[in-house]
Each structure stands twice: as C-alpha cells, then as structure tokens.
C-alpha cells in the first residue's frame, strides 16, 4: 500500500514508519521541518499542497499535533487555543482535505492518546483535544464515502519519551513506540471503523 | 444563590432560567444580543468585562453555542472551526475566566448534547464539539480549586427545538426544556464534580 505519514519525524511517527516499512509497504513521510514532504497542518493551503504532490494514497496517517501542558488556574484561552488549531483541527484538516485522496477501501488512522481517558495534572487541554478527536472519528467514519474507513489510536505515554514525560505520568507505566505502532497496522489493514484503539493501558 | 446564565435567552437557556428562578434564586441573565447583560463568549475582553460587571457568583451555567450542521464530504476545516470558537472554546472561556469569579463551594456546569454520544447526518463537528466539552469537564474537575466542581449537561434534542430539528434526531425523542433545566439544579445543588448529566435518552 502507499500510505502517507504526518508528524514522521516525531518519535511515534518514526517508529509507525519502520513497522510499515517492515510490512513492504511504499511509504511518505512528511513532518513540518522533514522527511520527504514538508507539510504545517495548521495550514489548508499546506495540506492541499501535500496531497496534490503525493497524489491519491491507500492510507493516511497522522502522528502529528501538540497541546499546552499548563495547569487549570494558569492556563489561558490562547493557550487552550493552540492545542485546538494543532492536534485537534490539524488532524480533522488533514482527513478533511485528504479525504478526496484516499483511495477506494482506504484508510485515514489519527492519534489521540491516553489523557482522554486517564487526565493527568495540568493536561485538561490533552484530554479536551483527544475526546474531541475521539468523537471526529466515530462520527466521521459513519459518512466516509467509497469503503473508506477512519480509527484513532490512544497510546500511553511513549516508553521512549518517558526521559521528557515520566514526571506527568505516574504510575502510568508506558509502550513502546513498536508496540504502539502496531495498532497503525490494524487500523490500516482490518476492517474496523470509528474506533479507539488503546495500546498500553 | 447567586447564578448567572450565559444564553439565557435561547430555548434551553430559557427553561433553565424559569426553573431556577422558581427554586428561588438570583440569577443574572446573559446573551448576546439580550437580557439583563450583554456578552460575546469567542472574546476574552467581553468575558472578562462581564464578570467584572457581575462580580462574584456560587454558579456559572452555560447553556450557549453553536456547532456548524455540514455534511463530511462537503465540510471545510472553517465550518469545523466554527464549533470549536465557539460551542467548544466559547464555554471553556467561560470557565476559565470565569473561575476566578466564583465563590468557594461554587460550580460551573456546561452544555454539551446528545450527539456527542449518538451521531447523526451531517453532526460530526457537533460530535466531535461535545466529546471535546466533556473532556474538558472530566479533567478540569481535578485541577478546580475550593471546593468549586464543574459538570456538564447532555440533553436530548429538546422538544421546544422540534420545529427546526425534528429531521436531524430520527427516532431520538426528545426532552422538554423544563426536565432538562432539573439537571442544571442537579449540577448546582448537589456534590458531584466531573460528571456528563445525560438528559432524555
């Protein structure tokens, strides 16, 4: 399959590439500063841009996005706001305006991630953004056109950026990003739609 | 007590206000466009000027907001934007803000909506709207300082909004603006904090 894979460069998004790769299957990778297409998803005109140089894809995945980590009383509405244009709208945009690139049968497969059903301290905007995105993909996925097909996936916090975030997870344990990346696979290849696939918790 | 409603002169916000009032409280009315104060919820200066205006409250009740109504296939990511500076946004603004302004023991309860758990035709920002709302209720909850608590209402499509609505809820229902007003009360008086009063279904 050719698959397309937004946010590649982050520390999920390499290991989702490495086990598709591993899986033979023809893979771009675009980040917003790297790999083999550059793409800012806060940007309609970048998108279009993105799909009218891949052209039509069998499957597109996002691994792309970012949130304010700040606490209730601190955070403002600006700060609330950035995770709404990045993780949330930049991923609804990339399936808005990829969709018309997905092949028939295809696939679009977004990332939330654990704080939507486990909120940490100061994370309301991570959990706020990831139910939201949660419910973009179970209503999406009951108007996708062509047998095409829509799933997010909600990791725990990664085994290997845990140097980073251990502190805001405790107790939480952790995936490895090949475990995490299998749960791409799935949603790429199964039949399922409109589902969260938890991986690690 | 001392309750301001902001979309006090909508259909629900309506309903709640009479109820609330009958329970024997004071309650501030908020609108855009009417009641006793003015207020425009997708800008900080307007929130802030009307707490300044009100000064301190024991509860906020939001019962404003819109979603954009599009088809997938046809949505742009401003349709989809729409919701989230508004509906979703809008009523995080108030909280946010607002906290600031409600007295210890106090509360904050929003709206969100029964399509954030039942999908319809052409409702996938509104879906994904009120999932996002409900996540920012649940982790915000656990961060609220003196002993305020947040919740959020989840009523069925109301009977008073069938004229306009009847098409979108096939064989949903409905609830009456005055039983789903009894959730509000229910957020207000009572000691849960976090919680999705589902209403009607």
Do not use: C, W
């Amino acid at each position: 399959m050719k698959i397309i894979v937004v946010g590649a460069s982050g520390i999920l998004g390499q290991a989702v590439v490495k086990h598709l790769q591993a899986l033979g299957h023809d893979i771009i990778t675009a980040s917003r500063n790297s790999g083999m297409e550059r793409v800012d998803i806060r940007d309609d005109a970048s998108v279009r841009a993105l799909f009218a140089r891949t052209g039509t894809v069998d499957a597109i995945v996002s691994t792309a996005g970012v949130v304010s980590f700040e606490p209730l009383s601190s955070m403002s509405t600006e700060q609330f706001m950035l995770g709404l244009q990045d993780k949330f709208l930049g991923q609804v945009r990339l399936a808005l305006i990829g969709l018309a690139f997905v092949n028939a049968g295809g696939s679009i497969t977004l990332t939330t991630g654990i704080t939507g059903h486990q909120p940490i301290a100061a994370g309301v905007n991570a959990t706020a953004v990831n139910l939201g995105l949660e419910g973009f993909v179970q209503a999406a996925a009951l108007e996708l056109p062509n047998r095409i097909r829509i799933n997010a996936v909600s990791p725990n916090v990664l085994t290997e950026a845990l140097p980073d975030f251990a502190p805001y997870f405790p107790g939480f344990g952790s995936v490895a990003g090949a475990e995490a990346a299998r749960a791409y696979e799935r949603s790429i290849a199964g039949i399922q739609t409109g589902q969260v696939f938890k991986v690690g918790y």
